[in-house]
Protein backbone atom coordinates (compact mmCIF):
# COMPACT_ATOMS: atom_id res chain seq x y z
CA UNK A 1 0.00 0.00 0.00
CA UNK A 2 2.52 2.28 0.92
CA UNK A 3 4.87 1.47 -1.53
CA UNK A 4 2.68 1.95 -4.41
CA UNK A 5 1.56 5.40 -3.19
CA UNK A 6 4.69 6.52 -2.84
CA UNK A 7 5.40 4.72 -6.66
CA UNK A 8 2.38 7.33 -7.64
CA UNK A 9 3.89 10.37 -6.19
CA UNK A 10 6.73 9.56 -8.00
CA UNK A 11 5.25 10.10 -11.65
CA UNK A 12 4.57 14.24 -11.34
CA UNK A 13 7.99 14.21 -9.49
CA UNK A 14 9.60 12.29 -13.03
CA UNK A 15 7.74 15.02 -14.92
CA UNK A 16 9.08 17.84 -13.21
CA UNK A 17 12.58 17.17 -13.89
CA UNK A 18 14.62 20.26 -14.00
CA UNK A 19 17.23 19.25 -16.76
CA UNK A 20 14.37 18.55 -18.77
CA UNK A 21 13.21 22.23 -18.12
CA UNK A 22 16.58 23.60 -19.13
CA UNK A 23 16.84 21.74 -22.64
CA UNK A 24 13.92 23.40 -23.58
CA UNK A 25 14.60 26.39 -22.55
CA UNK A 26 17.84 26.49 -23.93
CA UNK A 27 18.38 30.07 -26.05
CA UNK A 28 19.08 29.19 -29.59
CA UNK A 29 20.73 31.40 -31.81
CA UNK A 30 18.40 33.24 -34.78
CA UNK A 31 20.63 31.13 -37.01
CA UNK A 32 19.73 28.00 -35.65
CA UNK A 33 16.15 29.03 -35.21
CA UNK A 34 16.31 29.17 -39.08
CA UNK A 35 17.50 26.47 -39.70
CA UNK A 36 15.30 24.72 -38.04
CA UNK A 37 12.85 26.42 -40.04
CA UNK A 38 14.36 25.61 -42.70
CA UNK A 39 14.81 21.70 -42.35
CA UNK A 40 10.91 21.71 -41.49
CA UNK A 41 10.09 23.61 -44.69
CA UNK A 42 9.13 20.62 -47.08
CA UNK A 43 9.66 21.95 -50.22
CA UNK A 44 13.00 23.23 -49.01
CA UNK A 45 14.58 20.24 -48.06
CA UNK A 46 12.68 18.69 -51.08
CA UNK A 47 14.11 21.42 -53.24
CA UNK A 48 17.70 20.94 -51.58
CA UNK A 49 18.07 17.30 -52.35
CA UNK A 50 16.81 17.85 -55.97
CA UNK A 51 19.36 20.25 -56.34
CA UNK A 52 21.90 18.56 -54.61
CA UNK A 53 20.95 15.49 -57.57
CA UNK A 54 21.38 17.54 -60.12
CA UNK A 55 24.76 19.24 -59.36
CA UNK A 56 25.70 15.15 -58.49
CA UNK A 57 24.72 14.07 -61.85
CA UNK A 58 26.74 17.09 -63.41
CA UNK A 59 30.07 16.22 -61.50
CA UNK A 60 29.87 12.21 -61.63
CA UNK A 61 28.75 12.34 -65.04
CA UNK A 62 31.82 13.69 -65.77
CA UNK A 63 33.86 10.83 -64.99
CA UNK A 64 31.71 8.73 -67.17
CA UNK A 65 31.91 10.91 -69.95
CA UNK A 66 35.01 13.02 -71.67
CA UNK A 67 34.80 16.53 -72.41
CA UNK A 68 35.92 15.11 -75.96
CA UNK A 69 32.81 12.73 -75.88
CA UNK A 70 30.89 16.10 -75.86
CA UNK A 71 32.61 17.61 -78.18
CA UNK A 72 33.10 14.52 -80.50
CA UNK A 73 31.55 15.19 -84.21
CA UNK A 74 30.21 12.26 -85.92
CA UNK A 75 28.19 13.60 -88.69
CA UNK A 76 27.14 9.69 -89.48
CA UNK A 77 25.05 9.08 -86.38
CA UNK A 78 23.33 12.89 -86.62
CA UNK A 79 19.94 13.60 -84.93
CA UNK A 80 19.67 9.85 -84.04
CA UNK A 81 16.37 9.50 -81.42
CA UNK A 82 17.78 8.43 -77.86
CA UNK A 83 18.73 4.66 -78.02
CA UNK A 84 21.21 2.64 -75.60
CA UNK A 85 24.12 4.02 -77.17
CA UNK A 86 23.27 7.62 -76.97
CA UNK A 87 20.70 7.81 -74.13
CA UNK A 88 19.41 10.71 -74.59
CA UNK A 89 19.79 11.15 -78.55
CA UNK A 90 22.34 12.75 -80.73
CA UNK A 91 22.43 16.29 -82.00
CA UNK A 92 22.80 17.99 -85.29
CA UNK A 93 26.22 17.17 -86.03
CA UNK A 94 26.26 13.66 -84.16
CA UNK A 95 27.51 14.70 -80.64
CA UNK A 96 26.25 12.45 -77.70
CA UNK A 97 23.44 14.78 -76.03
CA UNK A 98 23.98 13.35 -72.76
CA UNK A 99 27.61 14.13 -72.49
CA UNK A 100 26.70 17.66 -73.54
CA UNK A 101 24.22 18.19 -71.22
CA UNK A 102 26.65 16.75 -68.43
CA UNK A 103 29.39 19.57 -69.28
CA UNK A 104 26.87 21.78 -70.20
CA UNK A 105 25.43 21.67 -67.16
CA UNK A 106 28.57 22.47 -65.58
CA UNK A 107 29.12 25.95 -67.79
CA UNK A 108 25.28 26.80 -66.59
CA UNK A 109 25.70 26.45 -63.10
CA UNK A 110 28.98 28.16 -63.27
CA UNK A 111 27.72 30.99 -65.24
CA UNK A 112 24.86 31.73 -62.83
CA UNK A 113 27.02 31.41 -60.10
CA UNK A 114 29.32 34.16 -60.74
CA UNK A 115 26.94 36.09 -62.33
CA UNK A 116 24.71 35.86 -59.04
CA UNK A 117 28.02 37.03 -57.68
CA UNK A 118 28.36 39.70 -59.92
CA UNK A 119 25.09 41.44 -59.36
CA UNK A 120 25.58 40.94 -55.45
CA UNK A 121 28.42 42.87 -55.05
CA UNK A 122 26.83 45.88 -57.73
CA UNK A 123 23.21 45.77 -56.02
CA UNK A 124 25.30 45.68 -52.46
CA UNK A 125 27.28 48.54 -53.27
CA UNK A 126 24.89 50.36 -55.09
CA UNK A 127 21.99 49.92 -52.49
CA UNK A 128 24.25 50.80 -49.93
CA UNK A 129 25.76 53.53 -51.12
CA UNK A 130 21.97 54.93 -51.91
CA UNK A 131 20.93 54.35 -48.35
CA UNK A 132 23.24 54.95 -46.08
CA UNK A 133 24.64 58.45 -47.67
CA UNK A 134 21.16 59.47 -48.46
CA UNK A 135 21.15 62.48 -50.30
CA UNK A 136 22.05 63.20 -53.66
CA UNK A 137 24.36 60.01 -53.93
CA UNK A 138 20.54 58.49 -53.16
CA UNK A 139 19.16 60.02 -55.66
CA UNK A 140 21.75 59.35 -58.38
CA UNK A 141 22.09 55.94 -57.87
CA UNK A 142 17.94 55.31 -57.40
CA UNK A 143 17.11 57.05 -60.84
CA UNK A 144 20.03 55.08 -62.60
CA UNK A 145 18.59 51.89 -61.24
CA UNK A 146 15.20 52.63 -62.30
CA UNK A 147 16.41 53.45 -65.56
CA UNK A 148 17.70 50.05 -65.71
CA UNK A 149 14.87 48.52 -64.58
CA UNK A 150 12.34 50.20 -67.43
CA UNK A 151 14.37 48.57 -70.03
CA UNK A 152 13.43 44.11 -69.94
CA UNK A 153 15.90 42.59 -69.42
CA UNK A 154 16.29 40.69 -72.90
CA UNK A 155 16.49 43.65 -75.02
CA UNK A 156 19.69 44.39 -72.39
CA UNK A 157 21.01 40.92 -72.51
CA UNK A 158 20.29 41.40 -76.43
CA UNK A 159 22.57 44.29 -77.17
CA UNK A 160 24.98 43.83 -74.36
CA UNK A 161 25.87 40.30 -75.80
CA UNK A 162 26.48 42.18 -79.00
CA UNK A 163 28.57 44.78 -77.39
CA UNK A 164 31.16 42.18 -75.67
CA UNK A 165 30.27 39.07 -78.25
CA UNK A 166 32.64 40.95 -80.58
CA UNK A 167 35.97 39.86 -79.55
CA UNK A 168 35.81 36.22 -78.11
CA UNK A 169 39.44 34.80 -77.06
CA UNK A 170 39.43 31.09 -75.99
CA UNK A 171 40.42 30.42 -72.27
CA UNK A 172 42.44 27.71 -70.90
CA UNK A 173 40.95 26.93 -67.00
CA UNK A 174 41.28 23.80 -64.96
CA UNK A 175 42.69 22.22 -68.31
CA UNK A 176 39.64 22.50 -69.86
CA UNK A 177 39.44 24.93 -72.80
CA UNK A 178 36.38 27.34 -73.16
CA UNK A 179 34.95 29.55 -75.45
CA UNK A 180 35.68 32.78 -74.04
CA UNK A 181 31.25 34.06 -74.33
CA UNK A 182 31.04 31.92 -71.16
CA UNK A 183 32.29 34.98 -69.71
CA UNK A 184 31.05 37.85 -71.62
CA UNK A 185 27.79 36.15 -70.49
CA UNK A 186 28.63 36.12 -66.86
CA UNK A 187 29.06 39.74 -67.56
CA UNK A 188 25.98 40.43 -69.46
CA UNK A 189 23.85 38.66 -66.64
CA UNK A 190 25.35 40.06 -63.72
CA UNK A 191 25.21 43.67 -65.18
CA UNK A 192 21.63 43.29 -65.92
CA UNK A 193 20.20 42.25 -62.63
CA UNK A 194 21.69 43.65 -59.93
CA UNK A 195 18.77 45.97 -59.76
CA UNK A 196 16.31 44.69 -57.41
CA UNK A 197 19.36 43.69 -55.07
CA UNK A 198 19.86 47.23 -54.70
CA UNK A 199 16.31 48.58 -54.11
CA UNK A 200 15.85 45.56 -51.58
CA UNK A 201 19.31 46.84 -49.77
CA UNK A 202 18.66 50.27 -50.19
CA UNK A 203 15.39 50.00 -48.42
CA UNK A 204 16.37 47.82 -45.52
CA UNK A 205 19.32 50.05 -44.77
CA UNK A 206 16.92 53.05 -44.96
CA UNK A 207 15.05 51.18 -42.04
CA UNK A 208 17.26 49.45 -40.18
CA UNK A 209 18.88 53.27 -39.86
CA UNK A 210 16.14 54.76 -37.73
CA UNK A 211 15.85 51.53 -35.37
CA UNK A 212 16.58 51.86 -31.58
CA UNK A 213 19.40 49.36 -31.49
CA UNK A 214 21.13 51.54 -34.13
CA UNK A 215 20.60 54.85 -32.02
CA UNK A 216 21.88 52.68 -29.04
CA UNK A 217 24.76 51.68 -30.82
CA UNK A 218 25.59 55.10 -31.64
CA UNK A 219 25.04 56.77 -28.24
CA UNK A 220 28.09 53.87 -26.75
CA UNK A 221 30.31 55.55 -29.40
CA UNK A 222 30.35 53.31 -32.41
CA UNK A 223 31.44 55.10 -34.96
CA UNK A 224 29.49 54.79 -38.59
CA UNK A 225 31.74 51.38 -39.77
CA UNK A 226 31.05 49.85 -36.65
CA UNK A 227 27.51 50.48 -37.34
CA UNK A 228 27.21 49.34 -41.00
CA UNK A 229 29.06 46.41 -40.37
CA UNK A 230 28.06 44.79 -37.13
CA UNK A 231 24.31 46.13 -37.03
CA UNK A 232 23.31 46.93 -40.81
CA UNK A 233 24.60 44.34 -42.87
CA UNK A 234 24.37 41.17 -40.63
CA UNK A 235 20.03 42.33 -40.51
CA UNK A 236 20.31 43.09 -44.26
CA UNK A 237 21.79 39.53 -44.98
CA UNK A 238 18.88 37.08 -44.77
CA UNK A 239 17.26 39.63 -47.36
CA UNK A 240 20.70 39.47 -49.61
CA UNK A 241 20.78 35.59 -49.16
CA UNK A 242 17.40 34.96 -50.40
CA UNK A 243 17.33 37.21 -53.82
CA UNK A 244 20.59 35.98 -54.58
CA UNK A 245 19.13 32.28 -54.19
CA UNK A 246 16.11 33.62 -56.33
CA UNK A 247 18.63 35.62 -58.47
CA UNK A 248 20.43 32.03 -59.35
CA UNK A 249 17.41 30.61 -61.21
CA UNK A 250 16.71 33.95 -62.75
CA UNK A 251 20.88 33.74 -64.13
CA UNK A 252 19.95 30.31 -65.47
CA UNK A 253 17.07 31.45 -67.48
CA UNK A 254 18.51 34.61 -68.69
CA UNK A 255 21.84 32.01 -69.86
CA UNK A 256 19.12 29.59 -71.49
CA UNK A 257 16.95 32.94 -72.99
CA UNK A 258 20.51 34.36 -74.58
CA UNK A 259 22.35 31.26 -75.71
CA UNK A 260 18.70 29.92 -77.43
CA UNK A 261 18.68 33.29 -79.09
CA UNK A 262 22.28 32.36 -80.50
CA UNK A 263 24.19 35.62 -78.42
CA UNK A 264 25.40 33.00 -75.44
CA UNK A 265 27.83 30.80 -75.15
CA UNK A 266 29.35 29.91 -78.39
CA UNK A 267 29.58 26.27 -79.42
CA UNK A 268 31.92 24.12 -79.19
CA UNK A 269 31.22 25.04 -75.12
CA UNK A 270 28.47 23.91 -74.32
CA UNK A 271 25.45 25.12 -72.08
CA UNK A 272 21.55 24.01 -71.30
CA UNK A 273 21.09 27.32 -73.53
CA UNK A 274 22.77 26.86 -76.50
CA UNK A 275 21.90 23.13 -76.58
CA UNK A 276 18.83 24.34 -78.02
CA UNK A 277 19.42 27.25 -80.14
CA UNK A 278 18.87 24.87 -82.98
CA UNK A 279 15.60 23.42 -82.02
CA UNK A 280 13.08 25.62 -83.82
CA UNK A 281 13.97 24.74 -86.83
CA UNK A 282 14.50 21.05 -86.34
CA UNK A 283 10.91 20.82 -84.43
CA UNK A 284 8.91 20.84 -88.08
CA UNK A 285 11.16 17.06 -88.72
CA UNK A 286 9.84 15.55 -85.25
CA UNK A 287 13.15 16.72 -83.37
CA UNK A 288 12.40 16.49 -79.89
CA UNK A 289 15.19 15.19 -77.68
CA UNK A 290 17.26 18.15 -78.74
CA UNK A 291 15.28 20.89 -76.36
CA UNK A 292 13.08 18.22 -74.05
CA UNK A 293 16.03 17.20 -71.80
CA UNK A 294 17.61 20.67 -71.67
CA UNK A 295 14.59 22.03 -71.03
CA UNK A 296 14.03 19.48 -68.58
CA UNK A 297 17.66 19.84 -66.70
CA UNK A 298 16.86 23.84 -66.83
CA UNK A 299 13.21 23.64 -65.34
CA UNK A 300 14.82 21.02 -62.59
CA UNK A 301 17.34 23.15 -61.54
CA UNK A 302 14.99 26.40 -61.64
CA UNK A 303 12.47 24.36 -59.92
CA UNK A 304 14.48 23.43 -56.92
CA UNK A 305 16.55 26.91 -56.46
CA UNK A 306 13.22 28.39 -56.34
CA UNK A 307 12.37 26.19 -53.70
CA UNK A 308 14.94 26.42 -51.86
CA UNK A 309 14.94 30.28 -51.87
CA UNK A 310 11.16 30.81 -50.79
CA UNK A 311 11.91 28.07 -47.67
CA UNK A 312 15.26 30.38 -46.60
CA UNK A 313 12.64 33.47 -47.10
CA UNK A 314 10.02 32.07 -44.94
CA UNK A 315 13.03 30.52 -42.40
CA UNK A 316 14.79 34.02 -42.34
CA UNK A 317 11.22 36.01 -41.23
CA UNK A 318 11.52 35.19 -37.47
CA UNK A 319 7.73 36.44 -37.59
CA UNK A 320 7.11 33.03 -39.28
CA UNK A 321 5.54 30.19 -37.52
CA UNK A 322 4.22 28.48 -39.79
CA UNK A 323 6.94 25.52 -39.51
CA UNK A 324 8.04 25.82 -35.93
CA UNK B 1 -3.09 65.03 -57.33
CA UNK B 2 -2.15 67.51 -60.41
CA UNK B 3 1.45 68.64 -59.02
CA UNK B 4 1.73 64.75 -58.13
CA UNK B 5 1.04 63.59 -62.08
CA UNK B 6 3.53 66.94 -62.84
CA UNK B 7 6.37 65.82 -60.52
CA UNK B 8 5.86 62.11 -62.05
CA UNK B 9 5.72 63.10 -65.27
CA UNK B 10 9.00 64.90 -65.19
CA UNK B 11 11.06 62.40 -63.07
CA UNK B 12 9.75 59.28 -66.09
CA UNK B 13 11.05 62.33 -68.62
CA UNK B 14 14.35 62.46 -66.79
CA UNK B 15 14.60 58.50 -66.69
CA UNK B 16 14.00 58.33 -70.32
CA UNK B 17 16.58 60.79 -70.64
CA UNK B 18 19.08 58.31 -68.69
CA UNK B 19 17.96 55.59 -70.29
CA UNK B 20 18.47 56.82 -73.73
CA UNK B 21 21.92 57.90 -73.43
CA UNK B 22 23.04 55.02 -72.05
CA UNK B 23 21.54 52.87 -74.61
CA UNK B 24 22.78 55.30 -77.45
CA UNK B 25 26.47 54.86 -76.00
CA UNK B 26 25.70 51.45 -75.81
CA UNK B 27 24.27 50.72 -79.07
CA UNK B 28 27.10 53.09 -80.68
CA UNK B 29 29.46 50.94 -79.43
CA UNK B 30 27.44 47.56 -80.08
CA UNK B 31 26.90 48.05 -83.32
CA UNK B 32 29.34 48.75 -86.18
CA UNK B 33 27.07 50.90 -88.68
CA UNK B 34 29.79 50.75 -91.36
CA UNK B 35 29.93 46.93 -90.60
CA UNK B 36 28.17 46.47 -93.97
CA UNK B 37 30.08 48.75 -96.31
CA UNK B 38 33.28 46.67 -96.08
CA UNK B 39 31.63 43.99 -98.56
CA UNK B 40 32.22 44.73 -102.08
CA UNK B 41 34.77 46.88 -103.28
CA UNK B 42 34.14 50.67 -101.90
CA UNK B 43 36.87 52.77 -101.49
CA UNK B 44 38.45 54.59 -98.48
CA UNK B 45 36.93 58.07 -100.19
CA UNK B 46 33.72 56.06 -100.27
CA UNK B 47 34.11 55.17 -97.19
CA UNK B 48 34.76 58.52 -95.29
CA UNK B 49 32.15 59.75 -97.51
CA UNK B 50 29.54 57.71 -96.51
CA UNK B 51 30.73 58.16 -92.91
CA UNK B 52 30.21 61.88 -93.59
CA UNK B 53 26.90 61.30 -94.60
CA UNK B 54 25.70 59.31 -91.68
CA UNK B 55 26.78 62.18 -89.42
CA UNK B 56 29.45 58.85 -88.23
CA UNK B 57 32.63 61.56 -88.15
CA UNK B 58 31.05 63.55 -85.68
CA UNK B 59 31.65 63.24 -81.76
CA UNK B 60 29.22 60.36 -80.15
CA UNK B 61 27.80 63.52 -77.83
CA UNK B 62 26.87 65.65 -81.05
CA UNK B 63 25.59 62.35 -82.84
CA UNK B 64 23.51 61.94 -79.58
CA UNK B 65 22.20 65.10 -79.34
CA UNK B 66 21.12 64.59 -83.41
CA UNK B 67 19.08 61.76 -82.78
CA UNK B 68 17.23 63.03 -79.96
CA UNK B 69 16.43 66.27 -81.22
CA UNK B 70 14.79 63.99 -84.46
CA UNK B 71 13.56 61.71 -81.79
CA UNK B 72 11.35 63.31 -80.10
CA UNK B 73 9.81 64.58 -83.19
CA UNK B 74 9.21 61.22 -83.77
CA UNK B 75 11.89 60.69 -86.46
CA UNK B 76 14.23 58.19 -85.86
CA UNK B 77 15.95 58.19 -88.91
CA UNK B 78 16.70 55.64 -91.55
CA UNK B 79 17.05 51.43 -91.07
CA UNK B 80 20.84 50.91 -91.76
CA UNK B 81 19.96 47.81 -93.41
CA UNK B 82 16.14 48.07 -94.83
CA UNK B 83 16.64 51.76 -95.97
CA UNK B 84 13.29 52.08 -95.19
CA UNK B 85 12.17 54.89 -92.46
CA UNK B 86 12.51 53.59 -88.89
CA UNK B 87 9.16 54.48 -87.77
CA UNK B 88 7.50 53.09 -90.86
CA UNK B 89 9.14 50.06 -90.36
CA UNK B 90 8.07 49.70 -86.65
CA UNK B 91 4.68 50.90 -87.82
CA UNK B 92 4.49 47.52 -89.85
CA UNK B 93 4.75 45.64 -86.62
CA UNK B 94 3.38 47.12 -83.63
CA UNK B 95 -0.22 46.09 -84.67
CA UNK B 96 0.46 42.34 -84.23
CA UNK B 97 2.47 42.95 -81.50
CA UNK B 98 -0.47 44.75 -79.84
CA UNK B 99 -2.78 42.06 -80.95
CA UNK B 100 -0.73 39.65 -79.64
CA UNK B 101 -0.32 41.52 -76.21
CA UNK B 102 -3.54 42.76 -75.65
CA UNK B 103 -4.95 39.08 -76.60
CA UNK B 104 -2.40 37.47 -73.90
CA UNK B 105 -3.34 40.06 -71.51
CA UNK B 106 -7.15 39.28 -71.37
CA UNK B 107 -6.86 35.51 -71.23
CA UNK B 108 -4.34 36.21 -68.33
CA UNK B 109 -6.37 38.22 -66.40
CA UNK B 110 -9.69 36.35 -67.10
CA UNK B 111 -7.99 33.01 -66.16
CA UNK B 112 -5.85 34.15 -63.09
CA UNK B 113 -9.59 36.19 -61.76
CA UNK B 114 -11.44 32.75 -62.21
CA UNK B 115 -8.24 30.13 -61.03
CA UNK B 116 -7.65 32.55 -58.38
CA UNK B 117 -11.19 32.98 -56.43
CA UNK B 118 -11.90 29.25 -57.33
CA UNK B 119 -8.71 28.12 -55.43
CA UNK B 120 -9.53 30.52 -52.39
CA UNK B 121 -12.80 29.91 -52.11
CA UNK B 122 -12.06 25.86 -52.33
CA UNK B 123 -8.93 26.39 -50.00
CA UNK B 124 -7.20 23.15 -49.93
CA UNK B 125 -9.29 21.13 -51.43
CA UNK B 126 -7.97 19.00 -54.44
CA UNK B 127 -8.76 21.88 -56.94
CA UNK B 128 -6.48 24.55 -55.15
CA UNK B 129 -3.75 21.94 -54.27
CA UNK B 130 -3.35 20.86 -57.79
CA UNK B 131 -3.85 24.55 -59.06
CA UNK B 132 -0.64 25.29 -56.39
CA UNK B 133 1.50 22.81 -57.52
CA UNK B 134 0.58 23.62 -60.95
CA UNK B 135 1.69 27.47 -60.40
CA UNK B 136 4.84 26.71 -58.54
CA UNK B 137 6.24 24.53 -61.55
CA UNK B 138 4.31 26.90 -64.39
CA UNK B 139 6.06 29.96 -62.82
CA UNK B 140 9.34 27.91 -62.98
CA UNK B 141 8.99 27.26 -66.93
CA UNK B 142 11.31 29.53 -68.89
CA UNK B 143 8.73 30.05 -71.41
CA UNK B 144 10.91 28.54 -74.98
CA UNK B 145 9.99 25.44 -72.88
CA UNK B 146 6.29 25.96 -73.01
CA UNK B 147 6.50 27.79 -76.52
CA UNK B 148 8.64 24.48 -78.09
CA UNK B 149 6.36 21.92 -76.54
CA UNK B 150 2.80 23.55 -76.94
CA UNK B 151 4.58 23.84 -80.88
CA UNK B 152 5.57 19.88 -80.72
CA UNK B 153 2.34 19.24 -79.49
CA UNK B 154 -0.39 20.84 -81.32
CA UNK B 155 1.13 21.54 -84.64
CA UNK B 156 3.79 18.81 -85.51
CA UNK B 157 2.49 15.40 -83.27
CA UNK B 158 -0.91 16.78 -84.37
CA UNK B 159 0.01 17.10 -87.72
CA UNK B 160 1.31 13.45 -88.16
CA UNK B 161 -1.33 11.75 -86.01
CA UNK B 162 -3.94 13.18 -88.60
CA UNK B 163 -5.61 15.73 -86.13
CA UNK B 164 -6.65 18.69 -86.86
CA UNK B 165 -3.34 20.29 -86.02
CA UNK B 166 -2.85 24.32 -85.77
CA UNK B 167 -0.52 26.38 -87.49
CA UNK B 168 3.21 27.71 -86.89
CA UNK B 169 4.04 30.49 -88.14
CA UNK B 170 5.98 28.94 -90.66
CA UNK B 171 4.15 29.28 -93.55
CA UNK B 172 2.88 32.78 -94.82
CA UNK B 173 -0.64 33.37 -94.12
CA UNK B 174 -2.70 36.49 -94.06
CA UNK B 175 -3.04 38.81 -91.49
CA UNK B 176 -6.32 40.47 -91.99
CA UNK B 177 -8.21 37.42 -92.50
CA UNK B 178 -9.56 36.98 -88.96
CA UNK B 179 -10.14 32.75 -88.91
CA UNK B 180 -6.37 32.77 -89.99
CA UNK B 181 -5.41 35.04 -87.24
CA UNK B 182 -7.16 33.51 -84.30
CA UNK B 183 -5.88 30.48 -85.70
CA UNK B 184 -2.49 31.91 -85.56
CA UNK B 185 -2.30 33.64 -82.12
CA UNK B 186 -3.74 30.55 -80.16
CA UNK B 187 -0.51 29.26 -79.52
CA UNK B 188 2.08 32.22 -79.27
CA UNK B 189 -1.15 33.18 -76.70
CA UNK B 190 -0.79 30.24 -74.78
CA UNK B 191 2.89 30.38 -74.25
CA UNK B 192 2.78 33.77 -73.32
CA UNK B 193 -0.13 33.01 -70.77
CA UNK B 194 1.06 30.60 -69.02
CA UNK B 195 3.60 31.87 -66.87
CA UNK B 196 1.66 35.06 -65.95
CA UNK B 197 -1.35 33.13 -65.18
CA UNK B 198 0.34 30.85 -62.85
CA UNK B 199 1.60 34.20 -61.02
CA UNK B 200 -1.16 35.80 -60.75
CA UNK B 201 -3.53 33.01 -59.48
CA UNK B 202 -1.04 32.80 -55.99
CA UNK B 203 -1.28 36.69 -55.66
CA UNK B 204 -4.90 36.50 -56.19
CA UNK B 205 -5.59 33.24 -54.09
CA UNK B 206 -3.76 34.70 -50.95
CA UNK B 207 -5.29 38.17 -51.24
CA UNK B 208 -8.48 36.73 -51.76
CA UNK B 209 -7.95 34.53 -48.40
CA UNK B 210 -6.86 37.48 -46.47
CA UNK B 211 -9.86 39.64 -47.60
CA UNK B 212 -12.53 36.37 -46.85
CA UNK B 213 -11.10 36.32 -43.63
CA UNK B 214 -12.92 40.07 -42.51
CA UNK B 215 -15.27 41.52 -40.97
CA UNK B 216 -17.43 42.63 -43.46
CA UNK B 217 -17.37 39.72 -45.52
CA UNK B 218 -19.22 38.11 -42.62
CA UNK B 219 -21.56 40.81 -41.70
CA UNK B 220 -22.41 40.78 -45.83
CA UNK B 221 -23.15 36.72 -45.13
CA UNK B 222 -24.62 37.14 -41.91
CA UNK B 223 -27.48 39.57 -43.86
CA UNK B 224 -28.45 37.39 -46.00
CA UNK B 225 -27.00 37.60 -49.41
CA UNK B 226 -26.02 34.64 -52.03
CA UNK B 227 -21.91 33.57 -51.48
CA UNK B 228 -21.58 34.46 -55.02
CA UNK B 229 -22.46 37.77 -54.46
CA UNK B 230 -20.37 37.95 -51.87
CA UNK B 231 -17.43 37.00 -53.63
CA UNK B 232 -17.94 38.69 -56.85
CA UNK B 233 -19.50 42.01 -55.40
CA UNK B 234 -17.45 42.33 -52.03
CA UNK B 235 -14.03 40.27 -51.54
CA UNK B 236 -13.23 40.25 -55.57
CA UNK B 237 -13.07 44.33 -55.39
CA UNK B 238 -10.70 44.35 -52.71
CA UNK B 239 -8.76 41.26 -53.49
CA UNK B 240 -7.85 42.98 -56.98
CA UNK B 241 -6.22 45.84 -55.91
CA UNK B 242 -3.05 44.30 -55.68
CA UNK B 243 -3.33 42.48 -58.40
CA UNK B 244 -3.95 45.44 -60.67
CA UNK B 245 -0.74 47.29 -59.66
CA UNK B 246 0.79 44.23 -60.72
CA UNK B 247 -0.79 43.85 -63.96
CA UNK B 248 -0.45 47.33 -64.62
CA UNK B 249 3.72 47.03 -64.20
CA UNK B 250 3.81 43.92 -66.08
CA UNK B 251 2.11 44.89 -68.95
CA UNK B 252 4.99 46.17 -71.49
CA UNK B 253 7.07 43.92 -69.58
CA UNK B 254 5.50 41.39 -72.08
CA UNK B 255 6.74 43.20 -75.19
CA UNK B 256 9.99 41.80 -73.63
CA UNK B 257 8.76 38.02 -73.26
CA UNK B 258 7.38 38.42 -76.96
CA UNK B 259 10.97 38.22 -78.30
CA UNK B 260 11.28 34.79 -77.56
CA UNK B 261 7.49 33.63 -78.19
CA UNK B 262 7.93 35.86 -81.42
CA UNK B 263 10.88 34.08 -82.49
CA UNK B 264 9.79 30.54 -81.78
CA UNK B 265 6.18 31.03 -83.91
CA UNK B 266 8.12 33.72 -86.69
CA UNK B 267 5.62 36.06 -85.14
CA UNK B 268 5.53 39.66 -87.58
CA UNK B 269 5.98 41.74 -84.28
CA UNK B 270 8.30 44.20 -82.68
CA UNK B 271 10.10 41.61 -80.25
CA UNK B 272 11.34 39.63 -83.76
CA UNK B 273 11.90 42.61 -85.36
CA UNK B 274 14.38 44.15 -82.70
CA UNK B 275 16.31 40.38 -82.34
CA UNK B 276 16.14 40.61 -86.18
CA UNK B 277 17.57 43.90 -86.54
CA UNK B 278 20.22 43.79 -83.71
CA UNK B 279 21.55 40.52 -85.37
CA UNK B 280 22.21 43.12 -88.61
CA UNK B 281 23.63 46.07 -86.56
CA UNK B 282 20.34 48.16 -87.53
CA UNK B 283 21.47 50.91 -84.60
CA UNK B 284 18.47 53.57 -85.69
CA UNK B 285 15.88 50.62 -85.40
CA UNK B 286 17.25 48.92 -82.21
CA UNK B 287 17.11 52.73 -80.70
CA UNK B 288 13.90 53.71 -81.59
CA UNK B 289 12.02 50.16 -80.70
CA UNK B 290 14.35 50.43 -76.94
CA UNK B 291 13.14 54.09 -76.76
CA UNK B 292 9.60 52.70 -77.53
CA UNK B 293 9.49 50.26 -75.17
CA UNK B 294 10.95 51.81 -71.79
CA UNK B 295 8.77 55.20 -72.75
CA UNK B 296 5.67 52.26 -72.46
CA UNK B 297 7.30 51.04 -69.66
CA UNK B 298 7.46 54.40 -67.59
CA UNK B 299 3.91 55.41 -68.94
CA UNK B 300 2.45 52.94 -67.38
CA UNK B 301 4.24 52.92 -64.07
CA UNK B 302 2.37 56.29 -63.76
CA UNK B 303 -0.67 55.11 -65.00
CA UNK B 304 -0.87 52.44 -62.56
CA UNK B 305 0.09 54.99 -59.53
CA UNK B 306 -2.53 57.35 -60.42
CA UNK B 307 -5.46 54.18 -61.18
CA UNK B 308 -4.61 53.33 -57.99
CA UNK B 309 -5.53 56.39 -56.28
CA UNK B 310 -9.17 56.08 -57.93
CA UNK B 311 -9.46 52.78 -57.10
CA UNK B 312 -9.07 52.63 -53.27
CA UNK B 313 -9.98 56.01 -51.82
CA UNK B 314 -7.72 54.71 -48.75
CA UNK B 315 -4.72 55.24 -50.70
CA UNK B 316 -3.31 59.23 -51.00
CA UNK B 317 -0.28 60.32 -53.47
CA UNK B 318 1.76 62.73 -51.88
Known amino acids: ?324 | MTTYIIRRLIQGVFILFIITIAAFGLTRKAFDPMAQYTLGRISAEDRARIRANLGLDQPIPVQYFKWLGLAVRGDFGYSATNHQPVSELIMQRLPQTLVLMVTSEVVIILLSVILGIYSAVKQYSLFDNIMTGLSFVGYSLPIFFIALMLMFIFAVQFKEWDLPYLPTGADIWDFSDPRELALHLILPVASLSIIQVAAYTRYLRSSMLEVLSQDYIRTARAKGLMKSAVIMRHALKNAALPIVTLIGLDVPFLLGGAIVTETVYSWPGMGRLFWQQAGRGDYPTVMAILLLVATAVVVFQILTDVAYTFIDPRIRLS
Open chain 1, 1 to 324: MSTSESEKLAIPRLAFDPGAAESVSAPLSPGQLAWRRFRRHKMAMAGSVGLILVIFFIIVGSFFYSEKDANRVDVVHRLTPPSTTNYFGTDSTGRDLLARIIYGGQISLFIGILSVALALILGIAVGGLAGYLGGWVDIILMRFTEAALSIPSLFLLIILGKLFGSEIPTLKFLDRTFSGSVIVVILVIGLTSWMYLARIVRANILSLREMDYVSAARALGAGNLRILVRHLIPNTMMAIIVTATLGLAQAIISEAYVSFLGLGVQPPTASWGNLMDQSISLIQRGVWWMWVFPSLFIVMTILFTNFIGDGLRDAFDPRSTRHL
